[in-house]
Every structure is written in structure tokens, then in C-alpha cells.
């Protein structure tokens, strides 16, 4: 959006600063959805894109509409509809030369009712024109801020100490107010008891004296600030809790928002004690993070989704018991529509195919439907809007170049995408064939027939004859492939009595020519497929009436010019007498009748060139002349309409009706081996109904039949009763509809051309491969060019299969994901008539360097020298991970050649960092490398290692094993002496001795340095033979090393520097207690 000063209103109201509205910019598709309150003299852009748009509007604001959408040629005008229609323009309302529409509000009173005599508020869009088509916009929705009057008062109250209070109330306004609430016309104290609700709920819990007071609402909004009445809370003081069953208080609601809109689910239930209110969704998936607490008890969603949507049951459990209520409420959140795949711009040749692919998403779901040049586009014949939302385009010409755009709708907006169609037209084609004709030989066959082009007509290598049906909306169209040495085809198979259009397509080895001009021709009449259906009542003992309807159009099979009706009784089959009436009757009545006798009756229908088949015999017996004062009469003007699964039957009381009690209803399924006589008339006789009786009220005069099989026959009985005995029937018998049978092309005269044969596929890089193949052995007919079909493999979604079409005999595919495995497929095209695809092969792209770094990267302190690092593979790893690099290093600002590295087999996801320091902080990175090469690092994640403490030096055990040890030790430094100064051997080094072994004591526990004296290496000794040695090379546990460090200080000794920092010194000085290997010993 370009840069734009403030149009600021001067003081007269009506002049603009228009300096930075001289150029109207069109950009590709821009997205722009406002909703909320624009600010003065602001401006919105409308495109074809998600909306609609919402500009709220305050008095003595402005704002600029600009009309911003595909188009990239030069812009011939714009054009502005509101609400539909070609805007009016009017003082606050009109077109800048730019093409912008400018809509102030000035001087608009406050009053609504002004606002709506201003005319500005409506539903704005642009048409922009340019030298190729035409598109449409958005919908822009331009309203006047608004405050209506509370339609919810908040109510006053008493409730008793430490109990709980609510108070609602209800407003609606543009932009939705925020509401406050006020005690003593100040702000409710900031008090966790006191909760306030987005949806305008006061709740008040352990409710205190000084709570009571006059309450009430404020709701606010850019329009106004309006109060609701007071109400009034009075507490109860002294008052004993009532320890009664948990009950709920205010129960969740069912809610609609739409998405992004915020959503309060409330609960407040009562109990002594306090009760505890849990929330769990009814389907048992877990209630979303983002969903927050209010209050104690409330669910709040902030942003409501539409994985929001479900059932939330609020329980109440009364603490230790297992006593408990819970209320219910769904939440329904409406998404506006959103274009999850929008059509691309394509170039066609002339006479071939294209297919625009367009899938939306919302709620409730949007229909989508197709605009070309801003006008909407109806499915027929070669233009066909499928039910997936693809438009699909046959045989395209010159005149379907344009702009077109999928609209998707629902009831909360639309959203809309456009795409170009370019119609390639080469030299030297053939121009449109000449003459083209057509006559009628029968109800089903056409003749066609047409002359070669006038130009380039010695490069025609054939024709295609294209027709559907010249009215309706939803036509297929039908094609004939013809070759080159004839100019005429007979059409065959066609509806009798039905307007067909023709037209004829010329084919060079360059491509197509133009449509020929269409012509249209009716098929001649045929006798009616169908016999009309008919019912049979009687209104005297002497006559029957029969009534029908007139067949469909789409079985007269031309017009309906009279009807003949057979009639004879049961036992006289051989004596039928035949009426004849006029095609505009439906009902007769058949006179001078035997009382008390089973008539059979049937009917058919004929146009101008005969009758066809008669309906099946409908059985209908008189009535008793002896019995007409007790027996219902058969109802009158039955009529039955016939669907494809149902029968919807409606009737008219008989002439006795205030007699009857009701009606008996019965249906049976006809089979086609059953005969009239099989199965007299009698309506004692229920067994021989499939269904019934289905008794109906008096009332009642329509009845519809379901679940019923498509084109069956049926019979249908209804019946009148009274207290005393049911009433003569009435009849009809008739067949369900059809189902529709899946439209089936007309066979062409050659077969199809086969498909290629030794297709091969080869690898050419990571985005590309060579597909090569070569002509079909034999063909019948000349093969054009090619059709490459292909798509990831094992993909089932047909939308995202992608075609190219190549006129040698090999292609290079690019722009593929690499290492990935696709499926191919070729198809010959002959002209006007394509080939099945051959059999599929398969390849990978080569592999190439991942393109995103492992995810999901988590580290985890073991202990306070190592880490633990977890990982995922990459999203897009782009070939077979052969090992993942992990850098770490304590000082990120550190160049990567300068961090530690690790590496790891591409089939491992965890490992361990050892040998880092205690309570520092390092940082962590991931690669992942194929064959190729190394992708990306991931993003540096930190970690912190843990400190060093007692329980990671020395546990209990160790403790004590080194105090026996050293107690052993002192022992066996007494024994040693007592056993000199026994032997007499050199008593003048007792006290040296003495001194020394004193003075070893007061270095070692004063210095961490220093030789070692006899007796501690006895101690050593002594520990050894206590503790099973270590191997030679075996490494030195730091954590062990602490636990010494830590546990040496509390004995009042001390351990050497070098192994407190876990080096092992290879000398006998630092023969600590327990585990130097006995090789450091014989090193000294």
C-alpha cells in the first residue's frame, strides 16, 4: 500500500487534500481485511481476496476506497457497484478521478435514523476494466458506529454472607462495546471476588457486608457510553450456610462466534463446603492451552478457532463426597471463507483444454462459483463447473480469454481469487469451416453436414462435430472425431422432439481452427415413452372417476394431443371399452357401472405420431348400492407425484366426509410377473399390502411414501373409515422415477490412438527428470501430441496432478521436490479425440542437501557434566539422513569452527554430551547431511548444567567405607609400633616416628600439596585391599571425584588439586584413597 498523507477535513467539511490520490496502483492479488474503526481519513484498498472487509464509520469521518486488483495492462476505467447496483453518486458519496471512492460522513448527525437518510452505509465493490477482461473486487461493508439501548437490565438481590452474587446485562453496538461495571458509581474494587466478564457478567463470590450497594453497567464504544439502571445487593448477615446439594448457579450457554471473536464459557455453582468446578470437553479431547481460567470457575478463549468448536460440560463436585452436577453447552465457532488453493494463470492453444482448480475453506462450508469478466458463469455444454469447484473449459476459442475469478461465500462473507486465461493462436491454421447445416431424419438421428475452410484448407488432417442440448443449464456437451475425407456425419441417439446445437472444429498438424457458426435443429416426435399415472374413486355405485397426470416432457416425447382409456370388469377381460379425450383433459368419469363390481381400468397417451404403451390395469371396485349410508365413500382427486425414492400423495375428502373417522393408507410393490387378476380388489383383504394400514387424521389430505427404489411399480390404496366398517378405496398405480444414468459419449468412428510405448524415465537432478517414450507401433489414428500426466507417488488428491503436453517425443519435467518418487504416465492425442494413458512409471528425483535443519531440538541436564539432546529428522530432509552434526559451545558469539563438534548415525535421534562443565551455560545447534552435503543449522537452543552438590560427591556407603578404612589403617600404624618398641630395633626413631606420623596428619590436612609419609601410603594400602581395584584404563568418574572433594572436607582431610579437577596425575603423591590403577605405583 503506498504511502498516503492524512485527508484531513477542512473546516468548511467538504474540500480534501487529494495531493497523494493522482495514480490508482494495481497489484497482484494483495490481501487486505480490515475490520475495527478506521481512522480519520484513512484509506482501504479492495482486492480479490479473503473478506469481506468492514470499514466503521464515526461522525465526521472520511474514508477512500481504492480499487486495487489484478489486472497488469493499462486500466481503461472503474467502475463502483453498492449493494449489487451501479452506485448513485451524492454529496458524501462519489468517484475521485483516480478511479477511489471517497466516503465522508461529515456533517452526519448522531441521530441513526439521519445516518441511514445520508445513504453511505452499504456494501461497496469495484469493477476494474482493462483491454483483456474485466474483474471484481471484494465487498467492502461500510457502517455507522453504533450503541442500541440494554436489552438486559441487571436485577437487584440478597444473598447471604460469604455467598455469591451475579449481575448481567446485555447491549449490542458497532464496534462491540466493552462494559465495565460500577459500585456507588465508582469502579468495582480490584478484588479477586469480584469478576468481570467480557460478555457482560458481574460475578461477586464469598460476598461480604461491605459488598452491598447499588450496581450497575457501563458499556462503551466509539458511538457512545450509555448506563444501565441500578441494581441493588443486599447481604444477609449472621445468616447459617446452607449445606444443601451442589447446585450450579449460572449454567454454560450455547454460543456462535466467529473466529478471532473472544468466547465466555460461565459456570457458578453452590454448595457448603465451596464446591469444585472442573471443565472436560464431551468429545474427550483435551481442552485446548489456550484456553484460560477466569475467576475461579469461568472459561475464557481469548481468540476462539475453529478447533475451539465442541461440546464443554462444566462439572461441580461437592469436596468429600461423591455428589456432583455438571451442565453443558456447545460452542459453535463460524469461520469466513478462505481460498486454500486458488486457480493459476494459464496459456491454452486454441481448441484444447483448461482446468482451473479452486478449493475454499470456512464455516459453514462456502459454495464457490466462477466469474469471467465479472459476470458469473453458468455450467453448460463445454463450459462445466464441477462439483469439486474446478471450472473446467473445452474447446476453448479466442473469445475465452479473461479474467477469471473463484468466489467463495458463506454467510459471513466471501473470498475470491483470479486467473488469467491467454488463448495461443499460431499462423497458418485453417479458418472455421463454411455452410455448416443440419436436418432432422427421425426422432433420434441428425444429419450434419458443413464445407472445407477457405483457407489452408490442404493442411486439414480431420474434424471434430461438437453438440448438446440448446436449453438448459447443466448440458454435456458430445464429440465426433471425422476424418479428413468426408464433410458430413449422422448424429444418432438423440432425444426425440428435443433442440440440439452443432457446430464443426477444423485440425491442422499446427493446431485448431475456429468454431464454425452454430446451428440449431429439433429432433422430430416420437409416440411417449411413458404412460400417464392414474387414479380411480367412485362417487356413486354407478360410475368410477379417473384422474392423471400428463407424462413429463422429458417421456412425451413431443406434444400430448389425446388420451385413451380402457375400462372393463374383472370377469368380462375380453369385453374392453375404449374413450378417447383431448390432451389438454386429465380426468374423466366413467358412467352407467355395475354397483358392487371390481372394474379394471388403464390409460395412454399419443402425440402426432401415435399412441405409445398403456399403463398397467388398475383394479377399483363400485360401490354397494345397499350400504351408501353407512360406507365412507373413496376419497376424491387422489393424486400421486412420483420421485425417484418417494411417492407424495394428496387427496380431497369423499362427499360423505362428515362420517368418516379418518384414513387407511397402503402400499405394495407391483412385480412384473403379477397380474391383475392375481389380486382382487378388496379392503378386507390387508395381508396383501407390503404396507399398511398407516391410519391418518381426518385432518389430514397429503401423505409422502419414502425409501421407496427407483422405477418400481407401485400401487396405492387410501381409504376412508368411520366407527363402524373402512370405506371404498381409492387407487393408483405407477412407477417411481429413474435414476439418472451416467451421461455415456456417442462412440466415434476410429478408436483411439494407444499409448506410447518404452516410456522411460532418468533422473536429471534433484528438481528434474527426463521422460522419454516412442510412437505406438500402430494407431488408427494420427497422433497430434502428447500428454504427460504425472504426480507424486501414491497421491490421491486429483487436484494436485499436473499435466504437460509435448509434441516430440521425450520432455524434461523440472521444478520436482527432491528425492521424491513420482509416477508418470503418457497419453496420445489424435485430433479431437485423446487416448488412454499407457502404464505408469516410476522415479525418484536425485537427492540434494536438506533444506531445513532437525526439529523439534530439546536438551535436558543430566548431571553437572552432561547433557541430553533429543531431536526430530528435518521436514524436508531431501534424501536419507546419513548423520546429524551437533555443535555446542559456552560462548555462542563464537564463529562455527570454533564450537565443538559431534556427530551422530542419521538412524539416531538421542544421545549424551559428556564432559562439559558443572553450572554453566551452553548452547546447542543441529545440522542434518545426506550424500550431498549438509543442510542448515538449526536454531541455537540453550541449556544450563546442573551444580555440583554432596549427593553428586559421596553418598553414605562411600562415607563410611572411608572412615573404617582410615580407622583400619590407624590401627595398623599402632600395631607397627607397638611391635618396634618390642623388638627393641632402633628405639631412638620411636619418637621421629611419632613426629613424623603427627606431622603427616597436621600437612595432610592442612595442604593440598605435598609428599606423602609412610602412613599414608599404609592408608592407601588399607583402602585398597578394602575397595576392588580398578583396571588400568579405566576413567575416572568426575562425579566420583566431587563426591570425595566434598566428603574430604568434612573428614577434616584433603584431596590432591589435580583430581579434585578430574586429572589423573601419574605419580604416587596423588594415590587417592581408592581407585588409581596399580601401575601408578610402580610408575613412582
Not at 186 to 208: H, S
Not at 230 to 253: C, M, N, R
Not at 449 to 461: D, F, G, K, T
Not at 815 to 843: C, H, M, W
Request: net charge negative.
Amino acid at each position: 500500500m503506498r504511502p498516503r498523507r492524512p485527508l484531513l477535513p477542512a473546516p468548511g467539511g467538504a474540500y480534501m487534500a487529494l495531493e497523494d490520490l493522482l495514480c490508482l496502483c494495481f497489484s497482484a492479488l494483495a490481501v487486505l481485511a480490515v475490520q475495527g474503526r478506521l481512522l480519520e481519513g484513512d484509506s482501504l484498498e479492495l482486492s480479490c481476496s479473503a473478506g469481506p472487509a468492514k470499514v466503521i464509520l464515526e461522525p465526521n469521518q472520511v474514508v477512500v476506497l481504492d480499487c486495487n486488483l489484478a489486472p497488469a495492462e493499462q486500466v481503461i476505467n472503474v467502475t463502483w457497484k453498492k449493494n449489487g447496483f451501479p452506485l448513485v453518486e451524492q454529496e458524501h458519496l462519489h468517484v475521485l478521478p483516480n478511479g477511489s471512492l471517497f466516503i465522508s460522513s461529515q456533517g452526519a448527525a448522531k441521530d441513526s435514523k439521519y445516518l441511514e437518510k445520508t445513504g453511505v452505509e452499504g456494501n461497496y465493490s469495484c469493477v476494474s476494466h482493462s483491454s483483456l477482461g474485466a474483474v471484481t473486487s471484494q465487498t467492502a461493508a461500510v457502517k455507522f458506529s453504533t450503541l442500541s439501548r440494554f436489552f438486559q437490565q441487571p436485577e437487584s438481590q440478597t444473598v447471604e454472607e460469604n455467598g455469591m452474587a451475579r449481575f448481567e446485562c446485555r447491549i449490542e453496538g458497532l464496534p462491540p462495546p466493552v462494559i465495565t461495571w460500577e459500585k456507588d458509581h465508582e469502579a468495582v474494587p480490584a478484588e479477586p471476588r469480584f469478576i468481570t466478564l467480557p460478555n457482560g457478567v458481574l460475578q461477586i463470590v464469598d460476598v461480604q457486608e461491605s459488598d452491598a450497594g447499588t450496581y450497575h453497567c457501563v458499556a462503551t464504544n466509539a458511538a457512545r457510553k450509555r448506563y444501565s439502571n441500578a441494581a441493588v445487593l443486599s447481604v444477609l448477615k449472621d445468616s447459617q450456610p446452607a449445606g444443601g446439594d451442589v447446585t450450579i448457579i449460572a449454567a454454560p450457554e450455547n454460543t456462535t462466534v466467529v473466529a478471532g471473536e473472544s468466547v465466555v464459557m460461565e459456570c457458578m455453582a453452590a454448595a457448603d463446603p465451596t464446591p469444585f468446578v472442573s471443565w472436560i470437553r464431551q468429545d474427550g479431547k483435551p481442552v485446548s492451552t489456550d484456553v484460560i481460567v477466569l475467576g475461579r470457575t469461568n472459561l475464557l478463549i481469548p481468540s476462539s478457532q475453529p478447533h475451539h468448536s465442541g461440546v464443554y460440560v462444566c462439572r461441580a463436585n461437592k469436596p468429600q463426597t461423591r455428589q456432583f452436577v455438571t451442565a453443558a453447552a456447545e460452542l459453535r465457532v463460524l469461520a469466513t471463507p478462505s481460498i486454500s488453493q486458488a486457480p493459476e494463470t494459464i496459456s491454452r492453444t486454441r481448441a484444447s483444454t483448461a482446468r482451473f482448480v479452486c478449493k475454499a475453506e470456512g464455516e459453514p462450508a462456502p459454495t464457490i462459483q466462477w466469474l469471467k469478466n465479472g459476470e458469473t458463469i453458468l455450467s453448460n455444454g463445454r463450459v462445466k463447473v464441477q462439483s469439486s469447484g474446478s471450472l473446467v473449459i473445452n474447446q476453448i476459442g479466442l473469445e475465452d480469454a479473461g479474467y477469471y475469478q473463484c468466489v467463495a461465500e458463506n454467510s459471513l462473507g466471501m473470498a475470491c481469487a483470479t486467473a488469467k486465461l491467454s488463448v495461443i493462436v499460431r499462423e497458418g491454421l485453417p479458418s472455421a469451416p463454411k455452410k455448416v447445416s443440419a436436418v432432422s431424419l427421425s426422432s433420434t438421428t441428425v444429419l450434419v453436414s458443413w464445407e472445407r475452410p477457405e483457407y489452408n484448407s490442404e493442411q486439414i488432417i480431420g474434424f471434430s462435430l461438437h453438440y448438446q442440448r440448446a436449453v438448459g443449464t447443466d448440458n454435456v456437451e458430445y464429440q465426433f472425431a471425422v476424418n479428413n475425407d468426408t464433410t458430413e456425419l449422422q448424429v444418432k441417439d438423440l432425444e426425440p422432439n428435443t433442440n440440439y446445437v452443432f457446430y464443426v472444429v477444423a485440425y491442422s498438424q499446427l493446431g485448431a481452427s475456429r468454431t464454425s457458426s452454430s446451428i440449431i435443429v429439433q429432433t422430430l416426435e416420437d409416440v411417449p415413452s411413458a404412460a400417464p399415472q392414474l387414479s380411480l374413486s367412485s362417487m356413486t355405485p354407478g360410475d368410477i372417476r379417473v384422474t392423471w397426470l400428463p407424462p413429463p416432457p422429458e417421456l412425451s416425447n413431443g406434444k400430448i394431443t389425446k388420451y385413451k382409456i380402457d375400462y372393463c370388469t374383472l370377469k368380462e377381460a375380453d369385453q374392453v371399452t375404449s374413450i378417447e379425450v383431448g390432451g389438454n383433459e386429465t380426468q374423466i368419469t366413467l358412467y352407467s357401472l355395475h354397483p358392487n363390481k371390481v372394474y379394471k381400468v388403464r390409460i395412454a397417451a399419443s402425440t402426432s405420431v401415435g399412441y405409445g404403451a398403456p399403463s398397467e390395469w388398475t383394479q377399483h371396485r363400485t360401490p354397494d348400492r345397499d350400504n351408501q349410508t353407512h360406507v365412507p365413500f373413496a376419497p376424491t382427486e387422489l393424486k400421486v407425484r412420483a420421485k425417484m425414492e418417494s411417492l407424495l400423495i394428496t387427496w380431497q375428502p369423499p362427499a360423505n366426509h362428515a362420517q368418516i373417522s379418518g384414513y387407511k393408507l397402503y402400499y405394495r410393490e407391483v412385480g412384473p410377473e403379477e397380474t391383475s387378476d392375481e389380486n382382487p380388489l378388496d379392503g378386507a383383504e390387508d395381508e396383501s399390502w407390503d404396507v399398511g394400514p398407516i391410519k391418518l387424521k381426518k385432518k389430514v389430505k397429503q401423505y409422502e411414501l419414502t425409501r421407496l427404489a427407483p422405477g418400481r411399480l407401485y400401487e396405492v390404496k387410501l381409504v376412508a373409515f368411520n366407527k363402524h366398517e373402512d370405506g371404498y378405496a381409492a387407487v393408483w398405480k405407477g412407477k417411481t422415477e429413474k435414476a439418472p444414468a451416467a451421461a455415456v459419449d456417442p462412440p466415434v468412428q476410429k478408436g483411439p490412438p494407444l499409448p506410447p510405448v518404452q516410456v522411460y524415465a532418468e533422473s536429471n537432478s534433484s528438481t528434474s527428470i527426463w521422460l522419454r517414450w516412442k510412437k505406438p507401433d500402430f494407431t488408427t489414428v494420427k497422433i497430434v501430441n502428447y500428454t504427460v500426466r504425472f504426480s507424486p507417488w501414491g497421491l490421491k488428491n486429483a487436484s494436485l496432478v499436473t499435466y504437460y503436453t509435448s509434441s516430440d517425443e521425450d520432455i524434461l519435467i523440472s521444478g520436482l521436490k527432491p528425492y521424491t518418487r513420482y509416477e508418470f504416465a503418457v497419453q496420445s492425442n489424435g485430433v479431437g479425440i485423446d487416448g488412454p494413458f499407457g502404464s505408469v512409471v516410476e522415479r525418484f528425483t536425485l537427492p540434494d542437501r536438506p533444506s531445513t535443519p532437525p526439529s523439534d531440538l530439546r536438551l535436558h541436564p543430566l548431571n553437572p557434566y552432561a547433557v541430553q539432546v533429543h531431536w526430530c529428522p528435518p521436514a524436508e530432509p531431501n534424501g536419507i539422513i546419513v548423520e546429524y552434526l551437533i555443535l555446542y559451545n559456552a560462548n555462542n558469539t563464537q564463529p562455527d569452527d570454533m564450537w565443538t563438534l559431534l556427530t551422530r548415525e542419521g538412524n539416531i535421534f538421542s544421545t549424551e554430551v559428556h564432559g562439559l562443565e558443572s553450572d554453566t551455560r551452553y548452547f546447542f545447534k543441529m545440522g542434518a547431511k545426506t550424500v550431498v552435503g549438509s543442510g542448515p543449522y538449526s536454531n541455537v537452543k540453550d541449556v544450563h548444567t546442573l551444580r555440583e552438590k554432596l549427593s553428586d560427591i559421596l553418598d553414605i556407603h562411600s562415607v563410611t567405607g572411608i572412615i573404617v578404612g582410615v580407622c583400619l589403617g590407624l590401627l595398623c600404624i599402632l600395631f607397627c609400633m607397638c611391635a618396634s618398641f618390642r623388638n627393641n630395633k632402633q628405639r631412638e626413631a620411636l619418637p621421629g616416628l611419632d613426629s613424623q606420623a603427627a606431622g603427616n596428619h597436621t600437612y595432610y590436612h592442612r595442604s593440598r600439596q605435598g609428599v606423602a609419609a609412610p602412613s599414608a601410603t599404609l592408608d592407601s594400602h588399607e583402602l585398597e585391599s578394602l575397595m576392588s581395584p580398578l583396571p588400568e584404563d579405566a576413567p575416572v568418574a568426575l562425579g566420583d571425584i566431587t563426591e570425595l572433594t566434598e566428603v574430604h572436607s568434612l573428614i577434616h582431610t584433603s584431596l590432591p588439586e589435580d583430581i579434585i579437577h578430574g586429572k589423573r596425575k601419574e605419580s604416587c603423591e596423588l594415590k587417592p584413597h581408592s581407585w588409581p590403577p596399580p601401575s601408578a605405583a610402580d610408575q613412582c
